[in-house]
């Protein structure tokens, strides 16, 4: 007996399983998997067999524990790290209550860390380890039972260090509001450098994954800054409905033990094209992997500047001079909804492209005073029929369960004295954002994943009260607390029509920035 219905009706199947219906179990690792069917009480057993075809539309999760860069017997820098995604549709809650229809990625692993706010990528022990809160999903079943109505606003987050590599497996579970679409999806690492076009998700060049499919995206991290990611099928459409979330590539200077200055050297030198390369300024056009060295080194004593580092402090980028230490950091994302566009998107109507238009005004996919909630009272309940706890933002789904569809909080918190790094980047499509400050100046420290430094090693940072970015820009601020009396401060637009929840005044792009003693 031949098997013709597609995997998508399968995963549905799978995801809405009784006793009285469907029973599923999963053979790893081949994925092959068996459904016994029960129709008019009569037990009809079907067998899918190991074959080449089925296996191509199979979810498979790839997060090896050692590679030829990174061996088993850890002798590499950096680590193999892993995150699983899911290609979904879901629910998120307006700052006005209204909930709102996503296309989105929602979370099949590092889900521990996302609660708290905190990037989904986890070394490949972690990834692998079943007992671990933040494993991946390897089954058919756990896929599409934590992949279903999942979508993420904004999409999960991610980090990595230079020198790791990064196994991202995206599995495309369909969208159950929208059973007509089969809606293709990728995952696109905006502005990252020196990407292989065959991962770079951008379909023309690279491959798409239907619907019951996985495909495992491979990256090395060969720069450091904050970058930001985004489904590449359709993107005016994915990324107006929520495919967007944010990635950052933390400096090897966080793990110097030593001067900074004289690592910077060694690092450019190592980097360079250009074998005869001196390690001072770049060797290439797009300096890939270097930075000039700043004006303080002291070339007659290896790069030098006298800044020691111990492994424990936190960089922005790999500066050598220690101006982009941190102390705390909040990646935000700056994001806009029209809800029309949204609701046309479920209801099976054609979408008006030239007419959509943001009404909803969202900083992580929140709206004031939702960016300020860090422990929300959830009422719902989640798919195995217990209580949400609180703590992030839950949505009831059309399915009745309640998902945290809105995991990265925005308020600010710093001691006096601290300095807190904002990774902000803007992936709109409609409209450009203003950010501004009162109280504490922003220092720009880079640009767009570029340190603002000359090729004579000048530092071009400056101090402001606001930055602009339109869709596709990103820029990294430090706020500096040193001075600042302790109060309650605030992040927020100066785009007045910005500062609603559609009809709703008073809200929108907005947090607070709370300085303590």
């Given amino acids: 007996m031949v098997f013709t219905c597609s995997n998508y009706s399968m995963g549905v199947a799978m995801k809405n399983a009784t006793a009285s219906s469907f029973r599923v179990q999963t053979n790893a690792p081949g994925f092959g998997f068996y459904v016994g069917i ?30 030829t860069l990174h061996p088993a017997n850890g002798s590499a820098p950096g680590q193999i790290k892993c995150q699983e995604i899911a290609g979904s549709d879901g629910y998120a809650t307006m700052g006005d209550g209204h909930q709102i229809y996503l296309f989105g990625f929602g979370p099949l692993s ?7 706010g905190l990037p989904g990528t986890v070394p490949a022990v972690n990834f692998n ?5 933040n494993a991946g999903k390897f089954e058919p079943a756990a896929i599409m039972n934590n992949g279903v109505l999942a979508a993420n606003a904004p999409a999960p987050m991610m980090a990595i260090d230079e020198d790791d590599e990064f196994f991202l497996t995206l599995s495309n579970v369909g969208m ?101 390369a001196t390690g001072v300024g770049c060797s290439d056009i797009l300096c890939t ?7 303080s080194a002291n070339l007659n004593n290896g790069g030098a500047t006298g800044v020691i580092n111990d492994g424990t402090a936190k960089y922005a980028y790999n500066d050598g001079d220690g101006s982009t230490r941190y102390d705390v950091e909040y990646p935000i ?15 099976f109507n054609p979408e008006a492209f030239a007419d959509m238009k943001d009404k909803y005004f969202l900083l992580s996919g929140r709206s004031y005073p939702d960016t300020v909630n860090t422990n929300v009272v959830n009422t719902g309940v989640d798919a195995g029929g217990n209580p949400v706890p609180n703590g992030p933002m839950a949505t009831l789904s059309s399915d009745g369960i309640s998902r945290p569809s809105q995991p990265q909080p925005t308020l600010i918190t710093l001691r006096s004295g601290q300095r807190a790094l904002l990774r902000i980047s803007d992936l709109n499509v409609t409209e450009f954002h203003t950010l501004a400050t009162v109280g504490i100046p922003m220092l720009v420290i880079a640009d767009n994943a570029r340190l603002l430094r000359d090729m004579a090693g000048n530092n071009m940072y400056y101090k402001t009260n606001s930055i602009t970015l339109g869709g596709g820009e990103s820029t990294d601020v430090i706020l500096d607390s040193t001075g600042v009396p302790p109060g309650t401060y605030f992040l927020y637009t100066s785009n007045l029509d910005h500062l609603s929840n559609d009809a709703e005044n008073f809200g929108g792009m907005m947090t607070e920035i709370n300085v303590t003693n």
């Avoid at 089925?54 to 498979?60: C, G, L, M």
């Avoid at 380890?129 to 809160?133: E, G, L, V």
């Avoid at 966080?254 to 250009?274: C, E, H, P, S």
Wanted: aromatic share 12%; charged share 10%.
């Fill in 110 to 116: 590092g889900t521990a860390n996302l609660q708290q």
């Fill in 129 to 133: 380890d079943p007992n671990d809160p």
């Fill in 38 to 67: 029960y129709l008019f009480g009569v037990a009809a057993m079907i067998s899918l067999l190991y074959a080449t075809l089925a296996n191509a539309e199979s979810f498979r999760v790839q997060c090896p524990s050692a590679t």
């Fill in 176 to 276: 159950i509001m929208r059973p007509d679409l089969f809606e293709q999806h990728t995952v696109h690492f905006h502005g990252y450098p020196n990407a292989s076009s065959f991962f770079d998700g951008v379909p023309d060049a690279s491959v798409a994954i239907n619907i019951a499919g996985s495909f495992t995206y491979y990256y090395t991290a060969p720069d450091a800054g904050s970058y930001f990611w985004h489904c590449h099928i359709t993107p005016p459409e994915h990324l107006q409905m929520g495919m967007v979330g944010q990635l950052y590539v933390r400096p090897r200077q966080n793990r110097v033990n030593g001067d900074i200055g004289a690592a910077l050297l060694t690092a450019n030198k190592k980097a360079a094209v250009d074998p005869a």
């Fill in 333 to 347: 994302q700056m994001m806009g909804f029209d809800p029309n566009f949204h609701y046309v998107g479920m209801t």
């Fill in 289 to 295: 992997g270097q930075t000039p060295l700043p004006v």
